[in-house]
């Protein structure tokens, strides 16, 4: 498996769905399936074990294409390595700890790990597995070894296992894993330069208790967060999602920490960011917080003179504080500003102070108002660097601009380290 060094070029891109042997196999067909009637050219490479779980028929019946499992069939055709060079992307779904383990050493003893060694393309693990297995150190080394090589693996979805188990190890989505598809494919010869990074992006509006049914928040719908996270995981990174109040569902790449207050946000952006590459606010923290939270609902008074006065006390700067706390240059981080302009200076002007005051990396800054920024599909933002530099994104959808972002932090990291394999 090696870094993809060019974009496809097909009116149906060619993609080999490797299915390991787990009993999610059987979301693999739903996954044919999206791939099949979004335009793709799917070959199913199942191993032997999966056969046990869904049979070759099926593969062939969905994809409309013989199906082997071993690198002696068709061997005029030369599988093995005809399927790797020619493929677009290569997806493993579900990806078990022993195809992972297979994949990190690169072992070839059967059609679906031989084309993983000769792929040239983008390649995607989809891993499926018991909690306990998946938390293993050594399946944990696995996969920083895979990502560290270019190797975009998924974070497993959490929920209901085999049996009664809750927990991390499954398989995501069908549609989740579609989609990350789709962006590997779309997003060429840069979608691994974030392999091997850990990254934390906040994402959403907090939320300010009042009293049990009041608060003080924002507008803001965590759209751009969420698309920058979900840019990073596409590129290879390792992402954990700091999440307040957001209105789109998280990725499916991701760890998600979900919070509600700006207190809570600050405690989980600063546990998480500890060993970070990188670290990116995007999230709409409130300056102002309740000074104190009434134990049950505050009613009006009979005498308006007698209503409550709300006193407002400042919440934990989060930006600063991760930027007070960092050692040297590390982690690269990444504010954003919310504007509007007024008397005392344009939107530029008060995005200029505050990158200064902040003393982040990047600022990426943005007008907002009722219908600006805030819950639309689109943005328009200035990506301002310390350094003076100032790059215009102009409107489009929240990805791109996502892409933009990260586009502008791929250059100030510096080498990856290649961890030491697992053993």
């Not at 072992?107 to 000769?118: G, I, K, S, Y």
């Not at 989740?176 to 840069?190: E, F, P, Q, T």
């Not at 002007?349 to 005051?357: P, V």
Request: proline letters at 7%; one cysteine or more; charged letters at 20%.
């Amino acid at each position: 498996m090696s870094t993809p060094t060019r974009v496809p070029q097909h009116v149906s891109p060619r993609v080999v769905l490797g299915v390991a042997g787990g009993i999610a196999a059987y979301k693999a067909a739903l996954l044919l399936r999206e791939l099949t009637e979004t335009g793709h050219d799917v070959t199913v490479v199942p191993t032997a074990a999966s056969e046990r779980f869904v049979g070759r028929a099926t593969w062939e019946a969905l994809s409309g294409k013989p199906v082997a499992t071993d690198v002696f069939s068709h061997a005029d055709q030369v599988p093995h390595v005809r399927l790797g060079r020619h493929a677009d992307l290569v997806v493993v779904a579900p990806a078990t700890a022993d195809l992972l383990a297979r994949a990190a050493h690169g072992l070839a003893d059967d059609l679906l790990t031989n084309v993983l060694l000769t792929a040239t393309c983008p390649v995607l693990l989809a891993p499926a597995m018991h909690t306990e297995m998946w938390l293993n150190p050594a399946v944990q080394a696995n996969v920083a070894l895979l990502r560290s090589r270019g190797v975009t693996v998924l974070e497993p979805a959490s929920g209901r296992l085999t049996g009664a188990d809750t927990g991390p190890g499954r398989l995501p989505e069908p549609a989740d894993v579609a989609a990350a598809c789709r962006r590997l494919l779309g997003s060429g010869a840069r979608s691994y330069d974030l392999a091997g990074r850990r990254v934390v992006v906040s994402a959403g509006g907090t939320r300010e208790p009042l009293d049990p049914v009041r608060f003080l928040g924002n507008r803001s719908s965590g759209r751009q967060g969420v698309a920058v996270a979900a840019a990073a995981a596409a590129r290879g990174a390792v992402v954990t999602l700091v999440t307040a109040h957001v209105e789109v569902p998280a990725p499916a790449a991701v760890e998600v920490v979900p919070v509600q207050t700006a207190a809570q946000l600050a405690e989980a952006v600063t546990s998480a960011a500890a060993g970070a590459d990188v670290v990116v606010m995007a999230a709409a923290v409130a300056d102002f917080r309740p000074a104190s939270r009434a134990e049950a609902k505050i009613k009006k008074s009979e005498d308006p003179a007698r209503d409550p006065v709300v006193v407002l006390e400042r919440t934990p700067d989060v930006l600063a504080g991760l930027v007070a706390a960092r050692s040297g240059t590390s982690p690269v981080i990444v504010g954003f500003a919310a504007e509007t302009g007024d008397a005392s200076g344009s939107v530029l002007e008060h995005g200029r102070a505050k990158l200064a005051r902040k003393g982040c990396d990047l600022l990426v800054l943005n007008e907002v108002g009722e219908t600006k920024g805030f819950g639309t599909a689109t943005n328009a933002v200035t990506i301002l660097g310390r350094d003076g530099t100032e790059r215009e994104v102009p409107e489009a959808s929240k990805d791109v601009v996502a892409d933009a972002v990260w586009d502008a932090v791929v250059p100030m990291l510096p080498p990856p380290a290649v961890p030491t394999p697992g053993v």
